[in-house]
């Protein structure tokens, strides 16, 4: 949902001077009966420098094309989709069967590093904020639940620390999904842990170096631990 949103958002309101999008395929709708195409003679025509072509309007192409669009006002910024409609993986849509009607997710059921999509709402506005527009990302606690086949689940996701109100009651589902995971599993919850921390430090090492590609030599020593013990245990095994 709220990836749907921010979709939206850097759709409608096309910051700065805005970019253009037509579906590639089949090119003879793109002109008048494609919904997606906000193309006009007056676009091309106001813009005198380059054309640049973004190929795909999933939310990368999207934030690229609001970036491009911000920091090279005169440029023609044009998007070419070939479904009939933005987001790419993200998204959703229902089917009903005599059982009920049901939620599936195309790919992202998750909203990660939100800072990430902040900070396009920021550089494309010169300085406005995402919550400007009125995109508010608000934390889930817990994060999602994992539901079994007998209709037993287990909540997982929790902050590793909680400073609200709703800290009890943090605490307490934490602590009912921890004795489920030890009464399904010898240790479950100690082992859950292990995984988290081992996932933490690829995380912390592989977003800044290999992602954000700024060397944070720091986060490496956890990350080799992690990995090396990741590879005992399968040498073991
Ligand atoms: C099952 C699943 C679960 C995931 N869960 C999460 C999650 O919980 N949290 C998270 O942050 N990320 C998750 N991801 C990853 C996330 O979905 C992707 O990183 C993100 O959607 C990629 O965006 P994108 O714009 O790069 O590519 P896409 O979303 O794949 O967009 C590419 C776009 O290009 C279009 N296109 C392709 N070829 C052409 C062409 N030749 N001409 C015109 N258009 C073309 C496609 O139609 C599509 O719209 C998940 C992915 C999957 C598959």
Redesign the pocket.
């Known amino acids: 949902m709220l990836f749907h949103t921010l979709l939206l958002l850097i759709w409608t309101t096309r910051f700065a001077s805005g970019f253009s999008s037509t579906k590639?395929a089949p090119p003879t709708t793109a002109a008048s009966s494609d919904t997606t195409d906000t193309t006009t003679s007056n676009d091309h025509h106001n813009k005198h420098g380059k054309t640049i072509v973004i190929?795909?309007?999933?939310?990368?192409?999207l934030a690229v094309a609001a970036r491009l669009a911000s920091k090279f006002p005169s440029h023609n910024i044009q998007m070419?989709?070939?479904?009939d409609r933005i987001g790419?993986?993200?998204g959703s849509f229902t089917t009903t069967s005599t059982e009920g009607t049901f939620r599936h997710e195309r790919?992202?059921?998750?909203?990660?590093l939100p800072q990430v999509y902040r900070d396009v709402f920021t550089y494309c506005s010169h300085g406005k904020t995402a919550e400007d527009y009125g995109l508010v990302m608000e934390q889930c606690i817990p994060a999602y639940q994992v539901v079994f086949d007998d209709g037993d689940c287990i909540d997982l996701g929790f902050p590793k620390t909680t400073t609200t109100a709703t800290t009890t009651t943090s605490q307490e589902a934490e602590s009912r999904s921890r004795d489920k995971m030890n009464a399904y599993e010898e240790h479950g919850a100690e082992k859950w842990d292990a995984y988290l921390k081992t996932t933490s430090a690829y995380l912390d090492c592989g977003l800044p170096n290999f992602i954000e590609e700024k060397l944070d030599l720091p986060s490496f020593p956890a990350f080799l631990i992690e990995s090396l013990q990741d590879f005992a245990k399968v040498c073991t095994k």
């Open positions: 590639s190929v795909g309007g999933g939310v990368g192409g070419v989709e070939k479904n790419g993986r993200c790919g992202p059921s998750l909203l990660l």
